[in-house]
T-cell receptor, first 115, second 112 residues
Framework: DTEVTQTPKHLVMGMTNKKSLKCEQHMGHRAMYWYKQKAKKPPELMFVYSYEKLSINESVPSRFSPECPNSSLLNLHLHALQPEDSALYLC??????????????FGPGTRLTVT | AQTVTQSQPEMSVQEAETVTLSCTYDTSENNYYLFWYKQPPSRQMILVIRQEAYKQQNATENRFSVNFQKAAKSFSLKISDSQLGDTAMYFCAAQRANNLFFGTGTRLTVIP
């Protein structure tokens, strides 16, 4: 199984809502990532988890709150978002956080619209 | 710092022809990895090919090959015998500390 799954595929939320994005992989990977991708732009790294611990936060606003409950699951909790946060949110995983050159496997993404 | 530049926002190629996508990068690392990722219209990003900087031999994966010029910091992707399924956005990326830094992408269209 070389798949990263993400739910939901689409999400529309108001600025006062609280919602969560979910990402799952069963490849035994120990590094997991959240990226944000605006239309016609490259993905931008948000967070990195290594061995279920947050290792990198790329100065992301606190209205985005990541969580890694176990080695297979990664969540992104959303609260009080702004319309400019509308984007495709991609999850990825890689085998070993300490292994340089490792391939990142991407999920299909969640298309988020903030109204 | 890692910066990756793709100077061709869009390209097209006839089916069965060859096309080359350009990428330049800048890095302060001594050893590093470079990647080409493909994002088809369905959005799921997949790895096309990777190159380790200290390996002089250019990487090849079936119809995909790279021209890695370390001194010039250039990393172009050649797609041979283009197929309709190659239509996608192609991102060049450099890796630092297991993190990827992407270029702005080249949208490739394969014309039947």
């Amino acid at each position: 199984d070389t798949e990263v799954t993400q739910t939901p595929k689409h999400l529309v939320m108001g600025m006062t809502n609280k919602k969560s994005l979910k990402c799952e992989q069963h490849m035994g990977h120990r590094a997991m990532y959240w990226y944000k991708q605006k239309a016609k732009k490259p993905p931008e790294l948000m967070f990195v988890y290594s061995y279920e611990k947050l290792s990198i936060n790329e100065s992301v606003p606190s209205r985005f709150s990541p969580e890694c409950p176990n080695s297979s699951l990664l969540n992104l909790h959303l609260h009080a978002l702004q319309p400019e946060d509308s984007a495709l949110y991609l999850c990825a995983s890689s085998q070993d956080p300490g292994l340089a050159g490792g391939e990142q496997y991407f999920g299909p993404g969640t298309r988020l619209t903030v109204t | 710092a890692q910066t990756v530049t793709q100077s061709q926002p869009e390209m097209s190629v006839q089916e069965a022809e060859t096309v080359t996508l350009s990428c330049t990068y800048d890095t302060s690392e001594n050893n590093y990895y470079l990647f080409w990722y493909k994002q088809p219209p369905s959005r799921q990003m997949i790895l096309v090919i990777r190159q380790e900087a200290y390996k002089q031999q250019n990487a090849t994966e079936n119809r995909f090959s790279v021209n890695f010029q370390k001194a010039a910091k250039s990393f172009s992707l050649k797609i041979s015998d283009s197929q309709l399924g190659d239509t996608a956005m192609y991102f060049c990326a450099a890796q630092r500390a297991n993190n990827l830094f992407f270029g702005t992408g080249t949208r490739l269209t394969v014309i039947p």
